[in-house]
């Protein structure tokens, strides 16, 4: 692999940007492939079958071909609003998945390096100023933890706005039916509004902190294999 090659791939890494690297194994020329942006000359032939195996995030040979695909895939952002003794948890499995974590919590006593060791992106500010300075996309997942009207709906419905891949909301099935009173006041469809998950996590018969943020994970984990 040339040089060159090699800084780019480094520097796309640490910027977290998703690509590819496509090899002729024939020949060994290598290239970068981006979604959206023109494809070396020499791999032009080939280049619907490399987006589709792009899209797939799938590694390995193009079927009929020597092309090889590798994808570097960015992390998944799992967005934690409410620190509570759940998160605690949750945060533990989540980062054995190799998810980017972020916390988000007003309440500094709750949300804090002490609590949630090793966790970078702990931010002590009300869901609307904290999403004004975090990026996101339709690849984030939500996950909304306090029963607070005044954090979680604000949190869920930046998630429904902006097309979040999976958002999941705890509480009571009657605190989930008040919840989507409240977001269709605020506009939102049925539709929108059925693709929160709540009560949040999967039926495993769980009561304890542990065992519900498990839940949670496995649920989450099913989405991500549905993408």
């Not at 090699?6 to 940007?17: A, D, N, R, V």
């Not at 988000?104 to 100023?129: L, M, T, V």
Request: with cysteine; charged share 25%.
């Amino acid at each position: 692999m040339k040089k060159q090659l090699l800084k780019e791939i480094i520097e796309k890494k640490e910027k977290k940007i998703e690509f590819a690297i496509i090899t002729n194994l024939e020949n060994g020329e290598s290239c970068i492939f981006e979604k959206d942006k023109p494809l070396n000359k020499n791999f032009e032939t080939h280049k619907e079958k490399i987006i589709s195996q792009f899209d797939k995030k799938k590694n390995g040979i193009i079927e009929g071909t020597n092309i090889f695909v590798e994808t570097y895939i960015r992390p998944i952002k799992v967005i934690i609003v409410g620190a509570v003794h759940i998160a605690q948890y949750l945060v533990n499995f989540a980062k054995s998945l190799n998810f980017e974590i972020s916390i988000i919590d007003p309440r500094g006593y709750f949300a804090s390096e002490q609590r949630f060791p090793d966790i970078n992106n702990i931010i002590n500010k009300w869901p609307n100023e904290a999403f004004a300075n975090l990026k996101t996309d339709q690849h984030t997942a939500l996950i909304a933890l306090t029963h607070d009207p005044k954090i979680d709906d604000p949190a869920l419905q930046h998630a429904l706005k902006n097309n979040f891949f999976y958002i999941g909301a705890l509480g009571s099935k009657k605190t989930h039916a008040n919840r989507c009173a409240r977001l269709k006041e605020y506009g939102f469809t049925d539709e929108q509004i059925n693709k929160i998950f709540g009560p949040i996590g999967i039926k495993l018969g769980g009561k304890s902190a542990p065992e519900i943020a498990l839940s949670i994970i496995a649920q989450l984990v099913s989405e991500v294999y549905k993408k």
